[in-house]
């Protein structure tokens, strides 16, 4: 199975900040990683998929990059709306695998 | 509007049987690979099982192969999850999800807001 590592595991930042999550597929996936928010008591929603495609009705602030093993997901200016869990998830090989996750917390 | 509206959870005894249901609507079902993914009370998420639009092609996370089938029925544009022999880890709230695609390579772009499985004696 291809394993996804995300780094941090919890994160604080100001409102403004710029803020970089970080993850690391085990094996080459080329472009092939979706990222999710998740907010608490609420279903995971697509953020980001091929590596840098933003998804319908995602604020622009949000990006992504990287291609093979490493992958990023960058919040150019934090919102308090961003406080929740990202996950990052490997899209081409079975069994599917999501990252660990990534507590973004707003001070 | 898009939308997935899981069923079926409830509290089970180990080694029962639970059938989810997953109702969707607002879009062509029948165009979308189909997904469940799980989530354990305080962790993270976990891939469970995924069907292709036409159901040629299934697969399961290992954890649930043998226990659990997914099937789709297109003509009432719903999505299914049998699952046998349950475990306490099992336990989970299972959300229903569809593709961006017809393939598993763009992610998931809509979620249900997910049914809950408690298996507990």
């Known amino acids: 199975d291809i394993q996804m590592t995300q780094s941090p595991s919890t994160l604080s930042a100001s409102v403004g900040d710029r803020v970089t999550i970080t993850c690391r597929a085990s094996?080459?996936?080329?472009?092939?990683v979706a990222w999710y928010q998740q907010k608490p008591g609420r279903a995971p929603n697509l953020l980001i998929h091929?590596?840098?495609t933003l998804g319908s009705g995602v604020p622009s602030r949000f990006g992504g990059s990287g291609s093979g093993t490493e992958f990023t997901l960058t919040i150019s200016s934090l919102q308090p709306d961003d406080a929740a869990t990202y996950y990052c998830?490997?899209?081409?090989?079975?069994?599917?695998?999501f990252g660990g996750g990534t507590k973004v917390e707003v001070k | 509007e898009v939308e997935l509206v899981e069923s079926g959870g409830g509290l089970v005894q180990p080694g029962g049987s639970l059938r989810l249901s997953c109702a969707a609507s607002?879009?062509?079902?029948?165009?979308?690979?189909m997904f469940w993914v799980r989530q354990a009370p305080g962790k993270g998420l976990e891939y469970v099982s995924s069907?292709?639009?036409?159901?040629?092609?299934?697969r399961y996370a290992d954890s649930v192969k043998g226990r659990f089938t997914i099937s789709r029925d297109n003509a009432y544009s719903s999505l299914y999850l049998q699952m046998n022999s349950l475990s306490p880890e099992d336990t989970a709230l299972y959300y229903c999800?569809?593709?961006?695609?017809?393939?598993?390579?763009?992610?998931?772009?809509?979620w249900g807001q997910g049914t809950t499985v408690i298996v507990s004696s």
């Open positions: 091929t590596a840098s």
């Open positions: 998830q490997q899209c081409p090989r079975y069994p599917l695998t």
């Open positions: 607002g879009f062509t079902f029948d165009d979308f690979a």
């Open positions: 999800a569809k593709g961006t695609t017809g393939t598993p390579l763009y992610g998931m772009d809509v």
């Open positions: 094996q080459n996936i080329s472009i092939w």
């Open positions: 069907i292709t639009f036409n159901s040629g092609f299934i």
